[in-house]
């Protein structure tokens, strides 16, 4: 697998909680990919792109790094990306 939806690897990697709730942040405008702005939830990702994610509180900044067949536990999916604002793994 070499690219993934972005709604679906933000849910992959238990940014949110749900897919919907991924949806619903892709479509508000709140996620950008590569500093532009992203609006489809649809939007294909590939390893290597950076998104900057604006949560209720703070911002995430995530390299991309893998992608997941099914979403797994938290450790699984820290596996996924590597935070670039900061708080490194």
């Keep these: 697998m070499d690219r993934q939806r972005l709604d679906k690897w933000l849910w992959h990697a238990r940014i949110v909680r749900t897919r919907t709730d991924a949806a ?6 709140r996620v950008r990919l590569n500093g532009a702005r992203q609006t489809s939830p649809g939007h294909a990702l590939k390893s ?6 604006a949560l209720d509180a ?4 995530l390299k991309v790094a893998a992608f997941a067949e099914r979403r797994g536990d ?4 820290q596996t996924l990306y590597d935070e ?3 708080n490194e793994k």
């Design 24 to 29: 619903k942040l892709v479509s508000g405008g």
């Design 48 to 53: 290597g792109d950076v998104l900057t994610v």
């Design 58 to 61: 703070r911002v995430r900044i």
């Design 74 to 77: 938290a450790p699984s999916a």
């Design 84 to 86: 670039l604002n900061g």
